[in-house]
């Protein structure tokens, strides 16, 4: 217990000196499924708690294949190059559903992986999306004690994990591709309202010209929709991060929402709103994984299925019967 306690100090110590060795051990502790490190990893968050916050949070999303890591990658040297500290997360779905992953791992922005003032942590890879959310959440505000001034959060833009991600940041960018025409049909609606940005990608060479026209039938679309922050227009600009051109819009665009952000107070109102729904979703977590470890209750929940099924018993029934013997 004495090595437990030293070992959480000399992480604390090293993790305010910079260190991304012990920056990555106490990720691992926080991801273990060990009782026991978990407990060191959360003592040791709530001694760095009072260093957290201090940065600002970015999702970005996108389909396979719209060029999410190449603009991480890109837009991330710039930032670390001014001097900037940066982290890149992720939330991968596809990893916690098969262990496979459609991010892929750390070997991707190999060249920001190299710069002093980046780090960079894979997608944890076992888990419920819930258990995901945590862990990277948990990540996120290790990093910041670390000193790290951007986040980058990334994630497929399949299934919920957008709006997982949408529910830890300040500000989240969509990526998208030319020929919005059909692009746009097959989108939902609700992913673009959870955008503060659109960046309509890899506008360079040959489709330089149709990205321009891609952004102007993006920005006519947006007049039609929800922003997703009160107070904000969503905006959509032209990027390629093979040439670097546009990337400088996008930081403009980053600190202006940030600074107006802040003055209408709604930077704050959205982070004390994101903490409490986080501590609910926890608390829903812990419901149902109590739940199932009791004994019977996954058998029990099987046998009522099958009566539900063959028309013996009613829905209701179904659930009051679950709770009757408790
Ligand atoms: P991800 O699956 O969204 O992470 O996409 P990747 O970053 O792996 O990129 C997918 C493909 O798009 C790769 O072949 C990249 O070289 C290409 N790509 C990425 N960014 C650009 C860009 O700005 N311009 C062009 N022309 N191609 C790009």
């Known amino acids: 217990k004495k090595e437990r306690a030293i070992e959480i100090e000399d992480l604390y110590a090293e993790i305010c000196n910079g260190s991304r060795l012990h920056l990555s051990k106490a990720i691992t502790l926080l991801e273990s499924i060990n009782v026991t490190d978990k407990k060191a990893g959360q003592d040791l968050l709530k001694k760095l708690l009072p260093q957290t916050g201090n940065s600002i949070r970015i999702g970005i999303t996108g389909v396979p294949g719209a060029g999410k890591s190449t603009f991480i990658e890109a837009f991330g040297l710039q930032l670390a190059e001014r001097g900037s500290k940066v982290a890149v997360l992720a939330i991968d779905p596809s990893s916690t559903v098969t262990g496979g992953s459609i991010l892929g791992d750390k070997t991707r922005m190999e060249t920001l ?66 020929g919005a025409g059909d692009e746009l049909q097959g989108m939902k609606k609700g992913i673009m309202e959870l955008a503060d940005a659109i960046i309509v990608h890899k506008a360079d060479g040959d489709n330089l010209k149709l990205a321009k026209k891609t952004v102007r039938e993006y920005s006519q679309l947006l007049h039609f929709l929800q922003p997703a922050t009160l107070g904000w227009t969503t905006i959509a600009m032209p990027v390629s991060s093979l040439q670097k051109t546009g990337l400088d819009k996008v930081w403009e665009t980053i600190t202006n929402f940030q600074d107006q952000m802040i003055v209408s107070g709604v930077w704050n109102e ?57």
């Open 113 to 178: 992986a190299r710069h002093k003032n980046a780090f960079i942590r894979p997608s944890p890879s076992s888990g419920t999306l819930g258990g995901v959310h945590r862990k990277t959440r948990e990540t996120m505000l290790l990093c910041e004690a670390a000193g790290y001034d951007i986040i980058l959060i990334e994630t497929v833009g399949v299934g919920q994990s957008e709006t997982v991600v949408r529910g830890m940041v300040d500000f989240f960018m969509l990526l998208v591709l030319t």
């Open 270 to 326: 959205r982070r004390q709103s994101q903490t409490k729904d986080w501590f609910h979703s926890m608390i829903r977590d812990r419901l149902i994984d109590n739940f199932f470890s009791e004994k019977g209750k996954r058998e029990l929940v099987t046998d009522l299925e099958g009566q539900l099924l063959s028309g013996d018993i009613t829905v209701a029934n179904a659930v009051d019967r679950i709770f009757s013997n408790e």
